[in-house]
C-alpha cells in the first residue's frame, strides 16, 4: 500500500502551483477542471507523476490551524527527497524561504517550508540507507 495523493484546499491556485513546480520540476499537471463542492464552484487541478499527486482546489475559505499549536488538524506532509540542497535553491529562487530548520541529526536532514496557503511541508534528505539509523532521533 502507498499514499496516492493528498487533497488540499487551496487561497490561490497560481501561487501554489508554483511553489510545487518549484519543489517538483519533474511533475505536471496531469488533469484539471471545475466542480461543485457543497454548493461552491472550484477549480480543481491534480499535479504529479504517474504514481503519485497532489490536489489543489481553490476557493478556498478561512484560516488554516495554528501551526504553532496542538490544534486538531494536519501539522505537516514530507517529501523525500535525494537532493535537500537542490530543492532548498529552487523554492527559495522561486521567492519562498524557509519557515523553519529540521532537527539535527547525523542520519538526516530536513526543512520545513510553508505553501502559499498555509500548509507546511518538510523536505527530508535520508544520509543512510539502513531504517535503524534513518528513524533514529540522535
Known amino acids: 500500500m502507498r499514499l496516492e495523493h ?4 487551496v487561497r490561490d491556485m497560481q501561487q501554489t502551483l508554483s511553489f510545487y513546480q518549484a519543489a517538483f520540476p519533474h511533475w505536471h499537471i496531469r488533469s484539471k477542471g471545475t466542480a461543485d463542492w457543497y454548493g461552491v ?5 491534480h499535479f504529479g507523476d504517474d504514481y503519485q ?4 482546489n481553490d ?3 478561512g484560516d488554516i490551524r495554528d501551526l504553532t499549536s496542538t490544534n486538531v488538524g494536519l501539522a505537516h506532509f514530507a517529501f523525500v527527497t535525494n537532493n ?3 530543492v ?6 522561486a521567492g519562498f524561504s524557509i519557515a523553519k530548520q529540521g ?3 547525523r542520519h ?3 526543512i520545513y517550508f510553508v505553501d502559499p496557503s498555509g500548509h507546511e511541508v518538510e523536505f527530508v534528505e535520508y544520509l543512510s540507507d539502513l531504517p535503524v539509523e534513518r528513524n533514529n532521533d540522535d
Open 84 to 86: 535537500i540542497d537542490a
Open 88 to 93: 532548498i535553491a529552487r523554492l527559495e529562487q
Open 108 to 110: 538526516r536532514k530536513n
Open 59 to 61: 476557493n478556498g475559505s
Open 53 to 56: 499527486y497532489l490536489t489543489f
Open 41 to 45: 464552484q472550484r477549480n480543481w487541478l
Open 6 to 9: 493528498v487533497n488540499l484546499v
Open 103 to 105: 532537527a539535527d541529526n
